[in-house]
């Protein structure tokens, strides 16, 4: 039990020096922040940069860059200054961004490989990772303090490290600027994920209405074969002149398949290579030459049809 206590009682003192160095870092990067925007130093990119890579250790550096600033706006050359001054720190910054990234040669730490001018210093240890107690905590203590709440990120931060030492694991003192940007991570992965999901949505829509929709020219419903026949010989002998359809496919054709074969026609145009390869694959129960039979068919009728109704015109 006395164990249980002191590790508490530790883990609260690197929670509270955490919070302090938060503090200070969120001072220095209001301060920043207020120095190149009321001077016009540089693009809001390019000051956001500088504070997203600054942490909580290592607040004094951008303290420094900030006094650095004043003094050079009190100068003679107020704006060259500054903004040579920020070019540097910008580019101490990249330096050592590059360097993390880069395995290191001859033996040597990642550390040692960056380089030490004091904009590089901007650069701190990486965060721990969140663990998934963590995580879990964090939806619960987000919910226990909703938007309004004073010191809403604070609290969620203290809640969380109270729950993680009852429970005895391993505690990394999460501060409140941890909190804020770990909540804007899963919200950005969650917005993300809404997209990927509204995308697949709209594509399965798509894909459902292409079958769906009718062709350019509708044929009409399909008749028996013997009635078809009777229908078609009236044009024939009344003008003379219209040409008689071919005869029809030597298999009955069903409803499901007339369906079949005038959705395969509309989704796959003229212009579709191994078009008939593709309705025949789509048509159940059909060959490849009973299908263009029967489109022919189709066509002769609607042919035989339009020139019954131009004959009677006359």
Known sequence: ????????????????????????????????????????????????????????????????????????????????????????????????????????????PAAAAAPAGGGSALIGERRAPWTETELALLS????????????????????????????QTESHGRTADEVIAKTRDLRKELEKRAARQREQRQQRAAAAATPAAPPKAAPPKPAPAKAGAQRLAAPAQGGGSAEPPPPPASAEWSAEQQRALEQALARFPASVEDRWDRIEEAVPGKTRAECVSRYKQIVAALKAKKAAAAAAKQ
């Open 1 to 108: 039990e006395a164990e249980a206590e002191r590790a508490r009682a530790d883990a609260a003192e690197r929670r509270r020096l955490k919070e302090r160095a938060a503090k200070g870092l969120r001072k220095a990067r209001g301060r920043l922040r207020a120095l190149c925007k009321e001077s016009r130093l540089c693009e809001e990119e390019e000051w956001e940069k500088l504070c997203g890579n600054a942490t909580a250790e290592r607040s004094d550096q951008l303290e420094t860059l900030c006094a650095g600033l004043e003094r050079d706006l009190a100068g003679p050359e107020p704006l060259a200054a500054a903004q040579a001054r920020l070019r540097e720190a910008l580019a101490a910054v990249d330096a050592a961004t590059e360097a993390e990234a880069t395995p290191p040669t001859g033996g040597e």
């Open 140 to 167: 619960k203590g987000s919910n226990k303090f909703p938007g309004g709440v004073v010191d809403r990120w604070g609290r969620i931060a203290d809640f969380i490290n109270v729950e993680v030492a009852k429970l």
